[in-house]
């Protein structure tokens, strides 16, 4: 059973709100998607358990335990998660200043910004020490230099590398049978990648195994099976593949 929940498109600011910083947690009890929407407030989404998807115009965003996504007040987009996924959102009022752009952008969950953010549910927290709290959160809030995000393709050219690729991650057809499938030359479609992704053939089909690795290791799956199913013939080639990729091992996201 899948679930839709319908949420409004709300301008950055649009509805006053009477926090600076104010947390949100659920445990999804079946697959669920979020309509296209937007908030009138900044979000920081991250997940306690498991991995969830956030869909951005074109860009693909994985968000995990450790590595969450801002999302600036008013911007579109649209969000899944598998039953079982325990997520978390924390919504800053629009107007609060951190080191953080306005687009989203990759947040790495670390273990002090948990805690602080955990300080804030405390019921008893005076509102001397929630303000110096918040501004702390505020001040250690900084953009990840990994991000698991995927630029999507978009052209009737590439759109069926696109759906292959992403239907079997471990899909293995070359740039130059692609080429040969579709009736044109390797040359165009590597112009067409670069200019559509900003990126190699190579590079954003390693980006789609990524993030399908990450899914699966947020589920527990054994490494050596997660690089079979996403098209590597050992998980030591799997794991120099992630590494170059996210910029950190496939074990920092595997559920245990």
């Known amino acids: 059973m899948r679930v839709t929940r319908e949420l409004p498109a709300l301008a950055a600011g649009e509805v006053d709100v009477p926090f600076v910083i104010k947390g949100y947690e659920e445990v999804v009890a079946a697959d669920t998607a979020w309509n296209e929407h937007s908030h009138p407030w900044h979000e920081l989404l991250w997940n306690e358990h498991g991995a969830s998807t956030v869909v951005v115009g074109s860009q693909v965003w994985c968000v ?15 969000a899944s998660a598998v039953a079982g996924t325990a997520y978390r ?10 080191a953080l ?5 990759a947040v790495d969950i670390t273990p002090l ?6 300080r804030l549910e405390e019921p008893d927290l005076s ?48 740039l130059a049978g692609w080429a040969a499938s579709l009736g044109c030359s390797a040359r165009t479609l590597t112009r067409a990648f ?5 990126t190699s053939f190579a590079r954003w089909v390693a980006a789609v195994r990524a993030q399908h690795a990450v899914h699966l290791l947020s589920r527990g799956f054994e490494v050596d099976v997660v690089a079979d199913a996403v098209g590597y013939r050992s998980a030591s080639a799997f794991g120099a593949a992630f590494r170059r990729t996210t910029g950190t091992t496939p074990g920092r996201f595997r559920v245990r």
């Not at 959102?89 to 951190?98: E, K, P």
């Open 64 to 78: 995990t335990p450790t590595l969450g996504l801002w999302m600036p007040a008013g911007q579109l987009h649209s």
């Open 89 to 98: 959102a924390h919504f800053f009022r629009h107007g609060t200043v951190s």
């Open 101 to 105: 752009p306005g687009r989203p952008v």
């Open 113 to 118: 910004l948990r805690l602080l953010l955990e």
């Open 127 to 174: 509102a001397r020490s929630r303000s110096v709290t918040e501004a702390t959160v505020l001040d250690v809030l900084r953009p990840s230099s990994r991000a698991l995000l995927v630029q999507m393709p978009t052209s009737p050219l590439l759109r069926p590398i696109v759906d292959a690729v992403r239907a079997d991650p471990a899909h293995q057809r070359t």
């Open 194 to 198: 670069q200019s559509e992704t900003g």
